[in-house]
């Protein structure tokens, strides 16, 4: 088994100006230290990578808060004289999720480049730990959504949208929206491995565009057809929505809280075997 190497100085006697001599220690890959470690180095790779791309920093920053100020302008007035609640509510949760999915799109398409020109093969025969690669993927996915989630949270702010429960609803607001992408990331990792770059998009886009369409996020569930609502209600977007609104402005928390906590470990625990699987199969073989 191959192993990561690290350097240690060890104390020598100062006599005729000797200098110290290194000693080199062996460290298991395998082991949890170095898993944290080199995940960290993935997750900083990937978060440079997409830095010094201006197509992921439009994806990332600009799209989710020109579609936000888009649905204030055309849709914020209508609905809110329909519901008789600011539109804004919804419409800042929602966003934060869309986001969260297009950009796990992006990075999923990312994984297909590094398998074709066999990045993920050269990192597979040096001495790293296996699961650095998925975990630092994810890490950096997490990242990227905290910092799209801030950024359309302070466009909300200058369009009206206010916090009313303090700091820690706040902050569980914002963990929201993370734990979902950290779900979905997982499930569309595991269909890059399975599907080609195309397909992939189609499938996902698919999916996208229904949960976008079909939530609570525009109007109360109440206001779709009464055979669409259940399907409307339960959907993974609609009580991801649903508690962030509650926590910002007014709704039940409790309910949509833990249904948006089954839908991500769900998803999690449903597609982490195969994105490994699959992430691992990528690597050794590039297929």
Known sequence: MSSAVTTEVTEQDSWAGHRPLPVVKARSERSFALWVEQSGIQCK?????WMRDPSTTIQTLVYPAATLIMFRIVLG???????KEPAIYGFVPLVMLVAAMSGSIVSALGFKVEKVTGL?????????HRAAGLTGRLLAEAIRVLITSLFVLVVGLCL????????????????I???????????????????EGVM???I?????????????????VFAYPVWLQKTVQNQPMSTAIDAMKGLSYDGPIATPLWKTLAW?????????????RGYRRAAETGA
């Open 45 to 49: 790779r990937m978060l440079m990578g």
């Open 77 to 83: 007035d209508s609905i809110h004289k329909a519901i």
């Open 120 to 128: 993920l093969g050269r990192f597979h025969t040096m001495p790293i």
């Open 160 to 175: 009206g949208f206010r916090f009313w429960y303090g700091p820690a609803a706040s902050i569980a607001m914002l963990a």
């Open 177 to 195: 929206p993370i734990l979902f992408a950290i779900g979905f990331a997982v499930m569309v990792t595991a269909l890059a491995t399975l599907t």
């Open 200 to 202: 992939l998009v189609s």
């Open 204 to 220: 996902v886009g698919i999916v996208n565009t229904l949960l976008m369409f079909f939530n609570s996020g525009f109007v109360p």
């Open 264 to 276: 991500s470990l769900g998803m999690i625990v449903v597609f982490a075997y195969p994105a490994v």
